[in-house]
């Protein structure tokens, strides 16, 4: 795994939020952790699982790139699966305003 | 049906498909109804069914819906899709595998109700007994389990909880509004209770925290309490709750398509109408107060056009001084500035601006900025209180407007509607607005929309 992207939009203030993690930068113990969370996220193929009915609700893609493959996944609040919350908490910690730079 | 980890079952009974078409029983989670024009429903039981969960986890319901598929029916397209979940019901962690059993069986039923809330959303609003003005206030107690625990009905003495009452008070404002300016009853037109979870939570992999947001789920409203560092409970502004159950009456109206520019739409006519009930429960205030000093209201308006506000949401942010309100629909873009937890306001306020890219279900929350703009042009256009002239005009246009519209669409038909209904002079207001922002209503169009 090289980056993990992340987006967080819409939500009733429609603010974007975002950051992207360069694995090459982190420390040891750092990196170790979020390739656990990844993996434990069961991310595994690119997929976009929005609700059609739920209005206002917040949007978060996480593009996980790998050496020779790139997952992208896309999820509301209402359908982010148990699975992947912690590796979203922990992306949510490092996001700023504005789009990926 | 309801958002996160909510049971879907409370509201799609299963005598609903006995009405519809046949039914198979497939699982203690899991209902399945074939409609007669070849579409699906699917409901669950409440996932507290212990035995429920046991059956589950020997692997009947994945057996099951491989049944189906070898039958060659596609009975649902999964919002999640079932690699992801179906792994992680194999996953050797016992507390992963039965969340993600549970996230397959719910998740499979939210998005099953997908096709049924656009073409039968009445099959998901609880009616009112008494068929008018009817509240239910629940308390999610921090969860994202919805509705939560009643906590108080339409009538009931006023609670110790300030976040209950602002529920109650401010839909109830929303549902006089609707009522009073353009007689409809609710959400629906029939009574529909307007169902309210306060003190909603989100969960972050090791619990719960409160949540920074409010949303319309399609059958309630939720509202979190807010971060308290730039928002603080999202019950408190009359103009949020009123824009949440504006994308009620829109699930029953319109139903414009959540994305792009259909569904920057949506977002629109709820921040229309909720900028509406709150500057009409202010100016029914005010005039109140006059009445109180013994002075005439006849010849005084209720707002004058510098005493309007057109912020949204200037009550839930937390005042620092590079804030000021989520949106300003007069002056888009300038609501937030450089603000170090929001950054700029990304609205624009011209069509030439507009945002192209894929975040935001492609910019829902960002384009409705440019309409947001038209409205308040025209409204400021016309010689009476917004909620009037322009506010009629944005209700038919809401309530006939295609679901799959375009700002052209939105500009030509509230152009026609003025035209027809109020006047050549009503017309060329609305339609300089919508050139102002940069949609031009061209002469052919505008011959199609008379037609």
Known sequence: ?101 | MSCGNARVGGILPRKCFSGIGRQERLSPLLFYGKTPAGGCLVATLPASEKGAFRRVERGSLVKRRSGIEAEGRRPIACIIPPFLLERMAEAGDSAIRRRAVVDLAQATAVHAVRDLVRTMPSLLATPSPSCCRDRLIYDAGGSDNLPGRLVRREGDRRSRDPAVNEAYDHSGATYDFYSEVFGRNSLDDAGMTLISSVHAGEADGEGYQPMNNAFWNGSQMAYGDGDGLVFGRFTQALDVVAHELTHGVQSFTSNLVYRGESGALNEHFADVFGVLVRQWSQAGAAKRGRRKEGTSTKDRKATSRSERSWLIGAELVVPAATRRAVRDMQHPGTAFVNDPLLGTDPQPAHWKDRYRGTADRGGVHINSGIANRAFVLAAEALDDEPWQTAGRIWYDTMLEIPSRASFADAARVTTRIARDDHGAVAAEAVREAWKAVGVKVSAAKRAAGAA
């Open chain 1, 1 to 101: 795994m090289r980056r993990v992207s992340f987006t967080q939009s819409g939500g009733f203030v429609g603010v974007v939020h975002s950051c992207r993690i360069e694995l090459a930068t982190l420390a040891a113990e750092e990196r170790a952790s979020l390739e656990q969370l990844v993996a434990a996220s069961g991310l595994e193929a690119s997929c976009e699982c929005l609700s059609e009915s739920c209005r206002d609700g917040r949007i978060y893609e996480i593009v996980i790139e790998h050496e020779t493959s790139v997952v992208r996944a896309v999820f509301d609040e209402t359908s982010l699966p148990v699975a992947a919350r912690p590796l979203v908490s922990f992306l949510k910690s490092r996001a700023t305003p504005g789009l990926p730079r």
